[in-house]
């Protein structure tokens, strides 16, 4: 009888985590104000423009490889550790 009451709350769970998902697009909600515009914006940003992240917080990748040996430029902060 316990492993019944364990099995359909474990059914009931996942049937109420999986309805929780919405596939429609975002909405404001009626009589709200819109999103505050940032500071020095003429416009707010679109949600494309929120949601893609800028250069510095995505990097791009560097690949490259050495292709021969270079000497290395000498560098006069490149100290021994003390002691």
């Known amino acids: 009888m316990a ?7 474990t059914f009931a769970a996942t049937a109420l985590l999986g309805a929780c ?5 975002l909405k404001p ?4 104000p819109a999103a505050a515009i940032p ?5 707010a940003p679109t949600t494309e423009e929120l949601t893609t992240p ?7 990748r560097s690949d490259e490889l050495l292709k021969r040996s270079e000497q ?7 100290l ?3 002691g």
């Open 54 to 60: 800028d250069a510095q917080a995505r990097p791009a």
């Open 39 to 43: 500071v020095g914006a003429t416009r």
């Open 3 to 9: 492993t019944k009451r364990l099995v359909m709350a």
């Open 29 to 32: 909600v009626a009589g709200q």
């Open 80 to 82: 021994p550790p003390p």
């Open 21 to 25: 998902g919405s596939k429609e697009d």
């Open 72 to 78: 290395r430029e000498p560098d006069d902060f490149d």
